[in-house]
RNA sequence: GGCGGUAUCGUCUAGAGGCCUAGGACACAGCCCUCUCAAGGCUGCGACACGGGUUCGAAUCCCGUUACCGCUACCA
């Protein structure tokens, strides 16, 4: 087992969930981890569900993620004629049968049993047909699935990475069906074919497909193939416990990115979800020290909740240790989008824009939440709300506004540090507190109640327009008074 | 119904028989810091599903019960 091989599998009937993006990044770290391959695979055998929209998306969350796979992506639907032959082989080799019970008839018989017995396996009735009439059903015509004859005694078992020791009695599966009346492969007679062929050494998967193992064991072993590997992932689900779906609100990578999460926070959180490095830890990582921590030993059982307000705090960490570098163009999309700000803008006030965003990035815990608080440093708008509270009586707030506005004029140099401590000491002479002064001068600044601290703010606008802005709102006042 | 899986604070988890008076993180509450809002720091609240064993000793091992989840298709 020098280099494991692995695979992500999903079906292209939706947007990547972020449940299937927890299968991906689990398969990915391990295969990182140990030097191994992370492949991908499309199970596009249900054409009725799949879409290549659906595909398209499944890409690009993956990519947005960060999780890049080793060689081109494979797709089932193109695998028929091997899923056919392989299921033929069975046949041949004596390990399956054709079955020429018909789906009604079957369904007939099920409900059946349902009413007398309770549980439906099939009886194996077509297994009885000889040889030759088989053949000659087969050549008249006649509409036939195949079967596997699934071995009567003993019992199927694995020793599965998540869960240890895991069997099912033989007695309880039915010989299942492998391939269908018109030549399609059934879902596990598919993925097992495609799995050999690309000699996957480990399955890592959701747990919903335990009970999907013993039947993809047996027909490894009909076709004669060395077994892989089995990891089962425990579920995610939703805060009311159950599976996440739509109900629960965003459960769609993307729509997390679009909520203004960071793909490195995602992945943090997700990895968190199912998994441990155990012992204590700091909870904030990146992929490279999750993939340097990442082992199968750390897999959990139980299913876990998609807490959004640990992601949101995880996201904020995230957002705290990322550069302005990498988060401008994040940003830029954001503002652009909203149209709060346009390019023009940005781009004649990139340096402020750039200064705005080392202050804010602290104390946001989402790119929109940090976008949200831009504006207030490109371009001037007093909210009047704001307004009211802060300046209650115009003589009051034109009086500091203009103390203000001589302090920075008559410091010897743009220094913000000292300019607030200049302020303070205004407030001090003047008998009042500091918020007394400094309150107003933040709205005169910002034309808000609220913003990062005096000195960041004078240190993001600058000489030039925290004087303009002091204007600015000393107009206003005397206008809104007059 | 049958089969399989799971079970530690509200949530994510640490815990591999004594280190557990069960630790950390998110959330929540309070306090501190403080020019506002955040961030940050501190404190508090808060859990071994239940019942039997095994053992000198069990959150940890075994059995049962309960709850939840999955599978039980010519879906994937």
Redesign the pocket.
């Known amino acids: 087992m020098s280099s494991p091989r692995l695979r992500f599998a999903p079906?292209p009937t939706g947007y990547l969930h972020v449940g299937g993006a927890r299968t991906a990044l689990f398969n990915w770290l391990y295969a990182r981890r140990h030097g191994g391959q992370f492949l991908l695979r499309v199970?596009d055998?249900?054409r009725a569900?799949s879409t290549d929209e659906s595909t398209r998306a499944i890409f690009e969350g993956l990519q947005w993620l960060g999780l890049d796979w080793d060689e081109p992506v494979v797709y089932?639907g193109a695998n028929l004629a091997r899923h056919r032959a392989d299921a033929e082989r069975m046949v041949a080799s004596g390990h399956a049968y054709r079955c020429f019970?018909?789906?009604f008839e079957?369904d007939a018989r099920?409900k059946q049993a349902e009413v007398s017995e309770?549980?439906?396996k099939y009886d194996r009735r077509c297994d009885q047909l000889d040889r030759a009439e088989v053949a000659r059903r087969v050549a008249a015509g006649e509409?036939s699935?195949v079967r596997f004859r699934v071995p009567e005694v003993q019992s199927t078992g694995w020793n599965d990475l998540v869960?240890?020791e895991?069997s099912?009695?033989n007695k309880?599966i039915?010989d299942?069906?492998v391939l269908?009346?018109?030549g399609?492969p059934?879902?596990?007679m598919?993925v097992t074919s495609d799995d050999i062929a690309m000699r996957i050494t480990l399955v890592m998967r959701g747990?919903?497909?335990?009970?999907?193992t013993p039947k993809q064991i047996m027909l490894y072993r009909a076709l004669g193939e060395e077994l892989p590997q089995f990891a089962h992932l425990?579920?995610i689900?939703g805060?009311d416990?159950?599976?996440l779906s739509k109900r629960h609100g965003a459960t769609a990578v993307a729509d997390w990115q679009h909520e203004g999460i960071l793909p490195q926070a995602m992945v943090n959180f997700l990895a968190?979800?199912?998994?441990?490095p155990?012992?204590?830890f700091d909870?904030v990582m990146t992929m490279d020290e999750l993939v340097a921590k990442f082992d199968a030993?750390?897999l959990?059982?139980?299913?876990?909740?998609f807490?959004t307000?640990?992601l949101?705090?995880m996201n904020?960490?995230h957002l705290?240790r990322t550069s302005v570098e990498q988060l401008e163009p994040l940003v830029t999309t954001q503002l652009l989008r909203e149209g709060t700000v346009t390019r023009e803008v940005l781009q004649a006030r990139g340096m402020q824009y750039r200064a705005a965003l080392g202050a804010l990035r602290?104390?946001?815990r989402t790119i929109t939440d940090l976008a949200s608080q831009v504006p207030v440093f490109l371009k001037y708008r007093i909210d009047p709300a704001a307004a009211a509270k802060v300046w209650p009586d115009a003589a009051g707030a034109l009086a500091i506004i203009d103390l203000a506005r001589d302090a920075m004029q008559a410091a010897p140099a743009w220094e913000p540090d000292a300019i607030?401590q200049a302020l303070?000491r205004m407030a001090e002479q003047r008998g009042l507190g500091?918020?007394k002064v400094?309150?107003p001068v933040?709205m005169a600044l910002t034309g808000s109640?609220?913003?990062?601290?005096?000195?960041i703010v004078l240190g993001v606008l600058g000489r030039d327009e925290a004087l303009a802005r002091l204007e600015a709102a000393h107009a206003y006042v005397a206008g809104s008074s007059a």
């Open positions: 079906s199970e055998t249900d569900r089932q019970c018909s789906a079957l099920r309770g549980a439906f509409p699935v869960h240890g895991i099912f009695p309880d039915e299942f069906v269908r009346s018109d399609t059934i879902y596990n598919a747990d919903d497909h335990i009970s999907n425990p579920m689900h805060t416990g159950k599976k968190l979800l199912g998994w441990s155990g012992g204590e909870e030993d750390g959990l059982k139980k299913a876990s909740v807490d307000k640990k949101e705090w904020g960490q705290a602290g104390r946001s607030e303070r500091v918020g400094l309150g933040r109640a609220s913003s990062p601290g005096i000195s």
